[in-house]
């Protein structure tokens, strides 16, 4: 089948783009690996509009099934390739090709690896990239978050309900998360925060035992069961590093209308070089990327 557009992505930008693009009657398919996308891994959301509280899985549904409800197609897959051909998309699939006349590329950011030795040896037997998925596997043992954003301190929070320890360290002396959420952290009794140091070695047998961090020219191993990495995401740019255009952070380069530097081609999101990261802005783009691709296909009838 042709579609008007495909959306790569099924997080908030995602989800948006093709509500929009839905509701102006062009045949959308959404291509992801995960419904929801990062904003499943938050437990609590208290800064979108018309919500003073809701959970990122619960937004994740409310975004997928309004898609749904306009008309638009679901398929759980993972891309590994990309080319235009006569002027129609082909995208690769694990699972099958697929073709549209459009696309929107929202499929977000992976998160950013701390390149310390025993990190990769130990993923999924202690290191972690998402505490909300995670964390019960930590009740009453000791554990690390390393980062000084939002996701730390909500990671952080988190554990300190779970774990019976938590160490959040972070390689400088000031937070860039929220001060609402910094204070929350502070307030928790098991939370011990840790600033300008760095993690140097993540250490075990099987599992995780032990970790080493360098502070004021000091090496200091510590026990612990668990280590929570959360220090950002970065886009995953082998799919598209010769696609579209991209700035010196890796980020697709969009106009105002969303486009890209392909003709056809329109991105939202995490992904883009859009300064700020929030859900909101994500569902922001994606709103002016549906309406623009609307546009572009309907010009092109």
Known sequence: MLYDVIVIG???AGMTAAIYTSRRMLKTLVITKEVGGQVIKTPDIENYPGFDLISGSELAIKFTNQAKKFGTKLAIDEIQHLEEKSSEFIITGINKKYQAKSLILAFGKIPRKLKVKGEDQFKGKGV?????CDAPFFK???VVVNGGGNSAFDAALLLAKIA?????IHRRNEFRAEEVLIEKVKGMKNVEII???TIHEIKGDEVVKSLVYH??????????DGVFIEIGYIVADGLIKDFVDMDEKNQIKVNKDQSTSREGVFAAGDLT???YKQIVISAGEGAIAGLSTAKYVDERK
């Open 128 to 132: 972690s990239y998402c505490a909300t």
């Open 10 to 12: 099924g997080g908030p």
């Open 164 to 168: 019976g320890k938590v160490y959040l």
């Open 273 to 275: 070089n859009s300064y």
């Open 215 to 224: 502070k004021d020219s000091k090496e200091t191993e510590i026990d612990v």
């Open 140 to 142: 009453h043992k000791v």
């Open 195 to 197: 600033t300008g140091a």
